[in-house]
């Protein structure tokens, strides 16, 4: 199975485990790796602020208490984490990477045509076009941070956590399509956590590493075959926005009185 990563720059998980994982148990052919720039930033802050109005202020208010409260150590987890997965999994060599700003341009649409993947998974902020995401010949698949189609969009785990829907907090297989997280979904993962001490990043990026064998299973099925989306028709879908301080807050104060 030849296989194609595109991925943000900003993740050891991205840009390490991620290639090491493909590499296990396919042939990887090609990374596009995308640099994020201030135009994209400022794309996402207008479009939350389309979403939240001025709850962006509490959106702000979360980012600057998560960098200096919680960053640090969300950091030396995922470097651990990270470092332990990479001592048993093959770094990958000679890989063709294409760098980008534009993952939907014409170069990256060449890139992918010339890799000749069968399958494509991605995990980066920026919404796919078709002319993209169709290039592989099984598509392009995402594993999605929260479990669709109620948790759409950014931060799902986050915003189930939030709402204490305990039983919803995990990660989706899905694959990607014109909408967002709006793809067939073919697998759900959960994982055990502690939301007492654990941030939400911790465990959203634990429910992944805690399934990628389940993970490159139903990928070898889905190009095999064999596997079949799940139909989630008649479900509630939502997407949600970037995590804001009081949710965090909320959320903390329940999981302490859960206990």
């Not at 979403?51 to 962006?56: E, F, K, M, N, P």
């Not at 959106?59 to 332990?84: H, S, T």
Request: proline share 5%.
């Amino acid at each position: 199975m030849r296989t194609a990563l595109i991925c943000s720059e900003d993740s050891v998980f991205n840009r390490e485990v991620l290639p090491a994982f493909l590499s296990s148990f396919t042939d990887l052919v090609g990374i596009v790796v995308i640099h994020d720039s201030r135009a994209a930033r400022r794309r996402r802050l207008k479009h939350e602020w389309r979403r939240s109005g001025w709850r962006l202020l509490d959106v702000l208010a979360f980012r600057i208490f998560y960098r200096f409260r919680i960053a640090g150590a969300d950091r030396a987890w995922i470097r651990r984490r990270a470092e332990a997965e990479l001592t048993r999994l093959p770094r990958p060599t000679s890989v063709p990477v294409h760098e980008t700003a534009n993952p939907n341009s014409p170069e990256t649409r060449a890139f992918l045509e010339g890799s000749r993947a069968d399958l494509a998974l991605a995990a980066c902020k920026t919404l796919l076009r078709a002319e993209i995401f169709n290039v592989p010949v099984h598509g392009t698949f995402v594993v999605h941070p929260g479990i669709c189609p109620e948790y759409r969009n950014s931060h799902g785990c986050f915003w189930a956590l939030a709402r204490r829907d305990l039983d919803r907090v995990g990660a989706t297989l899905l694959q990607i399509d014109e909408g967002s997280d709006t793809g067939p979904v073919y697998a759900f993962y959960t994982s055990d956590i502690d939301e007492r001490s654990e941030s939400h990043v911790v465990i959203q990026t634990r429910v992944v590493y805690d399934n990628l064998e389940s993970i490159k299973r139903d990928l070898e099925a889905i190009v095999g075959g064999t596997l079949k989306p799940i139909d989630v028709s008649g479900r509630a879908s939502a997407a949600w926005g970037q995590p804001r301080l009081i949710d965090y807050l909320r959320w903390k104060r329940a999981a302490r009185g859960a206990a």
